[in-house]
C-alpha cells in the first residue's frame, strides 16, 4: 500500500480498470457484430473468445436483453432442442445503428494511431 | 441439481415479477450448456457445478447487471446531509438526555442510580427512534424527490440557459442555523417528552434544591404532549430541509409556509387557552416562599407572569411569520 486510499492501487490495479471501462463500449459493438444471424447467449459467447473477445456470460445475459429493450436486437424461443434457448438478431434499427458505429469505430481508431503513433514514439514498435 | 436452482432463484429473486421467468429458464440454459462445454457426457459433479456458478459471481452482482440501475434508500446526493442530520440528532438527543439527567438529580438527588438507570433505558430506546425517524423521512425525500425528476426529464431536456445562477450570499442559508435550530428542538423535545416540570422557576434555600414552580399545567399538558412533539418533529423537517437545500428557493419557502402556518394554528390553539399555563403559578410561588402574598414583589412578579405568557405567544407567532417573510424576501433575490 501506498498513502491514502486514493494512491493504494498498485500499477495492474490501475491497468485493470481502465481496461474494464474500455472494454464496455467495445463488447457492445463486438455483440452487434456477430448478430447479422442469430445467436443464444452461451453461442455467442464461444464466438467473441475465438476472436480473441473474452466476454463473461454474466456480463453478455444482462447486455444482450438491455440491447433487446432498447430496441436494436429482437429475440425469439427456440423449442425444438434439448432445452429452450433464446436467439437474439439484430432488428432493422440495429442494423443501421451497427452501421454508424463501426463508422464511429474506424474513425476513433484512426484518430487515436494519430496520437499514439505521432512520429518516432520510443514506447511502442508495433 | 439443487444448487443450481437454488443460484437461479436467488438472482431472480431479486429481479421484478415481470422479467423473472425469461431470466431463470436464460440462465439455466446458459449454466446447462456451460456444464456440457466442460463435460461433454461426464458426469455431473458437485465441484464442476461450483466452478461454473464461481465463474457467474454471487446472485446479489448478476441481480445488479440485469437490473441495470442501482437502488437506493438514501441515494448519493441525500447521503452527506444524512449523516450531518443523523449526527446532529444524536449528539443532541444524547445532550439532552444528560440534561435530564442533571435535572432529575439536581431536584432528587438521592435517587441518582435509578436516574442513571433510566439515563442509560432513555440512550438505549431513544437513539434507535431517533435513527429510524430520520431514516424515514430521508427515504421519503429520496422517494418523491427521484420520481418528480423522472418524471419531468429534467435530464434529457436540460439546456445550459437553464443553470440557476450561484446563490447570492444573502440567499444562501448557513449552515450554523439550521443546525442550532435543530439541536434547539431536539433538547427542547427531550425535555418536553420526561416532563413538562422542567419548565419552571427552581426554587433552592440555601443553596439547597427545594423544588420547581412549573410554567405549564400539569394536569392538562399530558393531553397536549403529542401535538407539541409532533410540531417540533415537523419543525426538525423543515430545519432538515433548509440544510438540505443550502439556498433560499420558492420550493422552501412553500414548504417553510405549509410547516410554519401549522405551526401558528397548533400554537395558537394551545398556548392561548387557559389551560395551558399553571393557572395556581402564583400562589404557588407564595407557598415556595419566593415572594409574600400582597407585597411589592408579587405584584411584578404577577404582572410578569401575565405578560411573558402573552409576551411568548407573541414571540413565537412573530418567530414563525418572520421565517417564512425572511424566506420569502431572500428566495426572490437574483
Known sequence: MLLGVDNGMNEQEHIDKLMQELRRGTITIGVLSQLSSPQYGYSLVTILEEKGIRVEPGTLYPLLRRLEKQGLLDSSWDTNEARPRKYYVLSEMGKKVY???????????????????????????? | ???????????????????????????????????????????????????????????????????????????????????????????????????????????????????????????????????????????????????????????????????????????????????????????????????????????????????????????????????????????????CLKLISGKWTMKLVAYTLIINLLGIIVVSLLITGDAFWNPNFMSELIQAGVVAEGSEGYHIGESIWINSTRITVIILLVGLVWDTIEGLIKARKK
Request: glycine fraction near 6%.
Open chain 1, 99 to 126: 452501421e454508424q458505429l463501426c463508422e464511429e469505430w474506424e474513425s476513433i481508431v484512426k484518430s487515436l494511431d494519430g496520437l499514439i503513433k505521432k512520429g518516432d514514439n520510443k514506447y511502442g514498435d508495433d
Open chain 2, 1 to 239: 441439481m439443487e444448487m443450481i436452482d437454488r443460484y437461479i432463484y436467488a438472482v431472480t429473486q431479486k429481479l421484478p415479477h415481470s422479467q423473472r421467468e425469461d431470466i431463470a429458464i436464460e440462465l439455466r440454459g446458459l449454466i446447462e450448456d456451460m456444464i456440457e462445454e466442460r463435460i461433454g457426457d461426464g458426469k455431473i459433479t458437485k465441484k464442476v457445478v461450483e466452478e461454473i456458478l464461481l465463474e457467474l459471481g454471487s446472485p446479489r452482482k448478476m441481480a445488479q447487471k440485469y437490473r441495470g440501475t442501482k437502488k437506493y434508500v438514501i441515494g448519493p446526493e441525500l447521503y452527506d446531509p444524512f449523516l450531518i442530520i443523523l449526527k446532529i440528532v444524536l449528539l443532541s438527543t444524547a445532550g439532552a438526555l444528560g440534561i435530564v439527567f442533571v435535572i432529575q438529580t439536581v431536584i432528587n438527588p438521592v435517587e441518582i442510580l435509578d436516574h442513571f438507570i433510566g439515563l442509560i433505558v432513555a440512550l438505549v430506546t431513544g437513539i434507535p427512534q431517533a435513527v429510524g425517524w430520520i431514516t424515514l423521512v430521508f427515504a421519503l425525500v429520496e422517494y418523491y424527490g427521484g420520481v418528480k425528476t423522472k418524471e419531468l426529464g429534467l435530464e434529457k431536456t436540460w439546456h445550459p440557459s437553464m443553470l440557476s445562477a450561484i446563490p447570492d450570499q444573502k440567499r444562501r442559508i448557513k449552515r450554523s442555523e439550521p443546525i442550532v435550530a435543530i439541536i434547539f428542538y431536539v433538547i427542547v423535545m427531550v425535555l418536553f417528552a420526561f416532563s413538562s416540570n422542567f419548565f419552571g422557576v427552581y426554587v433552592f434555600n440555601e443553596s439547597e434544591f427545594r423544588e420547581v414552580v412549573p410554567f405549564l399545567n400539569e394536569e392538562t399538558f399530558s393531553q397536549y404532549m403529542p401535538f407539541v412533539l409532533l410540531l417540533l418533529a415537523i419543525f426538525i423537517v423543515k430545519e
